[in-house]
T-cell receptor, first 114, second 111 residues
Framework: DAGVIQSPRHEVTEMGQEVTLRCKPISGHDYLFWYRQTMMRGLELLIYFNNNVPIDDSGMPEDRFSAKMPNASFSTLKIQPSEPRDSAVYFC????????????FGSGTRLTVV | GQQLNQSPQSMFIQEGEDVSMNCTSSSIFNTWLWYKQDPGEGPVLLIALYKAGELTSNGRLTAQFGITRKDSFLNISASIPSDVGIYFCAGQMNRDDKIIFGKGTRLHILP
C-alpha cells in the first residue's frame, strides 16, 4: 500500500491567495483526519471525517478554513484567504478503527504564506 | 479538555546512551500510543498499549502503560543516530474516540 498521500509537499503562497491541500487516504480506511503542526502549538486536530461525513470540525480555526471529502479516496483542506499565521505543516491521517488503533499519517504539506 | 504533558520537551544525549521520557494526563485513557516523527515526515506509530500495567517492547524501545491509566513512559536503549526525531505520546479512551497527542519530546544525539 502506498500509504496516505498528500500533495503538494511544499506550498509557498502570497497572503490573500487561496490554498488547497490534498489527501488520498489508505484504501479501505473509513476515518480521515486533518492536523496542523506548529512549534508553538504542536499537533492540532482540525477536522475529521467518518465515511466521508465530517464528524467534528471544532478544531478548524476560522471560517477561512474549509474541508471536504467528496468520496472515500480524496479529501481537500482549503484556506481562503490565506494569512502568514497559517504557515505550518498540515498532515492528513487515515485509520480503520475496526482493525487497529492509531492513525497512519501522510508526509505532510509545508505551507508558507508570505 | 484533555491534555497530555510530555517531559522533557527536549533531550541532548550521546550516542549509545539510554533515553527515558514520559507522559502524564489529567484524565484516564484506555489506550496509550507512542509515535515518532522523523524530520520532514509524518508521525509513525511505534508502540500501542492497551492494558494498565502493560509493558511492551519493540526492538530497543520499551513502553509501559501506567497502573493509574494516567501516565506512560518510553525508554530507548543504546541510542543510535537514527533515533533523532520527535517522540509523541498519545491517549485514546475508546476506539471511536479522537486520539489526544502530547506536544512531543525532541531527541537530539550529539556526535
Amino acid at each position: 500500500d502506498a500509504g496516505v498521500i498528500q500533495s503538494p509537499r511544499h506550498e509557498v503562497t502570497e497572503m490573500g491567495q487561496e490554498v488547497t491541500l490534498r489527501c488520498k487516504p489508505i484504501s479501505g480506511h473509513d476515518y480521515l483526519f486533518w492536523y496542523r503542526q506548529t512549534m508553538m502549538r504542536g499537533l492540532e486536530l482540525l477536522i475529521y471525517f467518518n465515511n466521508n461525513v465530517p464528524i467534528d470540525d471544532s478544531g478548524m480555526p476560522e471560517d477561512r478554513f474549509s474541508a471536504k471529502m467528496p468520496n472515500a479516496s480524496f479529501s481537500t483542506l482549503k484556506i481562503q484567504p490565506s494569512e502568514p499565521r497559517d504557515s505550518a505543516v498540515y498532515f492528513c491521517a487515515s485509520s480503520d478503527l475496526r482493525v487497529r488503533y492509531g492513525y497512519t499519517f501522510g508526509s505532510g504539506t509545508r505551507l508558507t504564506v508570505v | 479538555g484533555q491534555q497530555l504533558n510530555q517531559s522533557p520537551q527536549s533531550m541532548f544525549i550521546q550516542e549509545g546512551e539510554d533515553v527515558s521520557m514520559n507522559c502524564t494526563s489529567s484524565s484516564i485513557f484506555n489506550t496509550w500510543l507512542w509515535y515518532k516523527q522523523d524530520p520532514g515526515e509524518g508521525p509513525v506509530l511505534l508502540i500501542a498499549l492497551y492494558k494498565a500495567g502493560e509493558l511492551t517492547s519493540n526492538g530497543r524501545l520499551t513502553a509501559q502503560f501506567g497502573i493509574t491509566r494516567k501516565d506512560s513512559f518510553l525508554n530507548i536503549s543504546a541510542s543510535i543516530p537514527s533515533d533523532v526525531g520527535i517522540y509523541f505520546c498519545a491517549g485514546q479512551m475508546n476506539r471511536d474516540d479522537k486520539i489526544i497527542f502530547g506536544k512531543g519530546t525532541r531527541l537530539h544525539i550529539l556526535p
